[in-house]
T-cell receptor, first 114, second 116 residues
Framework: AAGVIQSPRHLIKEKRETATLKCYPIPRHDTVYWYQQGPGQDPQFLISFYEKMQSDKGSIPDRFSAQQFSDYHSELNMSSLELGDSALYFC?????????????FGPGTRLTVT | AQKITQTQPGMFVQEKEAVTLDCTYDTSDPSYGLFWYKQPSSGEMIFLIYQGSYDQQNATEGRYSLNFQKARKSANLVISASQLGDSAMYFCAMREGGRSFQKLVFGTGTRLLVSP
């Protein structure tokens, strides 16, 4: 079965640089979520999109922005990177026509800021 | 206020034994969903099991079952016949509300170690 695809899997950036993370949801899933998991921490919700519109926003810094495109893939753009942005970034997708709406997570992008 | 509480930072179990991972939650919303995810050392988040607030029966998925006690606001994960591959971090998470695009709130996780 198709899963959520994230690219790149690993990314190393320097402080003050920018990064773009990409997410391709499971086919026919129209909702995408982004989560950030710091070292030894639980995942924290950043932002979500439903049918290409932002549906919810969490503790996402103003330096970050995201969007969902017409083909439902999503991109998380991160600017002026800080050391504290080093984390595992997950994208998850879910369908809206199911009763459980379980979120299926991608493998994550491990971002290291040096 | 902490919405999801996992009080066991670490658990040890011997292979082939059963283990229960605790999870309590806090919500005033009558409609919510509870999830368990497994995160191996490789980092991916693997969906294990789901329980809806209106579900009458406890959820089961293979060796995983969810002991849902609504009045006590607990949703413990039971893993039967533990295997070495079950060693991982386990997260309990909750989705509040009945809408599909509701975010998940996670607990702090329990690290399970299965010994031979």
């Amino acid at each position: 079965a198709a899963g959520v695809i994230q690219s790149p899997r690993h990314l190393i950036k320097e402080k003050r640089e920018t990064a773009t993370l990409k997410c391709y949801p499971i086919p026919r899933h129209d909702t995408v979520y982004w989560y950030q998991q710091g070292p030894g921490q639980d995942p924290q919700f950043l932002i979500s999109f439903y049918e290409k519109m932002q549906s919810d926003k969490g503790s996402i810094p103003d330096r970050f922005s995201a969007q969902q495109f017409s083909d439902y893939h999503s991109e998380l753009n991160m600017s002026s990177l800080e050391l504290g942005d080093s984390a595992l970034y997950f994208c998850a997708s879910s369908p809206t026509d199911g009763g459980t709406y379980e979120q299926y997570f991608g493998p994550g992008t491990r971002l290291t800021v040096t | 206020a902490q919405k999801i509480t996992q009080t066991q930072p670490g658990m040890f179990v011997q292979e082939k034994e059963a283990v229960t991972l605790d999870c309590t939650y806090d919500t005033s919303d009558p409609s919510y969903g509870l999830f368990w995810y497994k995160q191996p050392s490789s980092g991916e988040m693997i969906f294990l099991i789901y329980q809806g607030s209106y579900d009458q029966q406890n959820a089961t998925e293979g060796r995983y079952s969810l002991n849902f006690q609504k009045a006590r606001k607990s949703a413990n994960l039971v893993i039967s016949a533990s295997q070495l591959g079950d060693s991982a971090m386990y997260f309990c998470a909750m989705r509040e509300g009945g809408r599909s695009f509701q975010k998940l709130v996670f607990g702090t996780g329990t690290r399970l170690l299965v010994s031979p």
